[in-house]
């Protein structure tokens, strides 16, 4: 089953995307400049073979909901959302709004 449903995080919209897959959930979250994702994310690949693209993406594993991913620290960060100001260990709401240019409420 797929689900997608709208989220805000601080007032912004952002798209929630859970695919079910037998023994294990693919989860994202998204908006216009970019995305996070559960750990089925292959950020070495975005960073050396797609590097070109600017991918603004993160990782966060052992995440097995939505509410998790936005609460999970990220595990890894694409070179391009590192730019933007998102490092491992950030908070997944928070680099969500980093990716989309705000900084988040302290």
Same mark, same amino acid.
């Given at each position: 089953?797929?689900?997608?449903?709208?989220?805000?995080?601080?007032?912004?919209?952002?798209?929630?995307?859970?695919?079910?897959?037998?023994?294990?959930?693919?989860?994202?979250?998204?908006?216009?400049?970019?995305?996070?994702?559960?750990?089925?994310?292959?950020?070495?690949?975005?960073?050396?073979k797609l590097k070109d693209?600017?991918? &603004? !993406?993160?990782?966060?594993? @052992? %995440?097995?909901?939505?509410d998790q991913l936005l609460? #999970?620290? +990220?595990?890894?960060?694409? &070179? !391009?959302?590192?730019?933007? @100001? %998102?490092?491992?260990?950030?908070?997944?709401?928070? #680099?969500? +709004?980093?990716?989309?240019?705000?900084?988040?409420d302290e």
């Amino acid at each position: 089953m797929i689900e997608v449903q709208p989220i805000t995080i601080e007032g912004i919209g952002f798209t929630a995307i859970t695919v079910k897959l037998p023994k294990t959930n693919f989860m994202a979250v998204t908006g216009a400049d970019g995305y996070i994702m559960c750990g089925a994310l292959d950020v070495a690949l975005l960073n050396e073979k797609l590097k070109d693209r600017g991918i &603004l !993406a993160g990782r966060a594993v @052992g %995440v097995r909901t939505i509410d998790q991913l936005l609460a #999970a620290p +990220l595990e890894s960060v694409t &070179l !391009a959302a590192e730019e933007k @100001g %998102v490092k491992k260990g950030t908070i997944g709401k928070d #680099a969500m +709004l980093l990716l989309h240019g705000i900084t988040p409420d302290e």
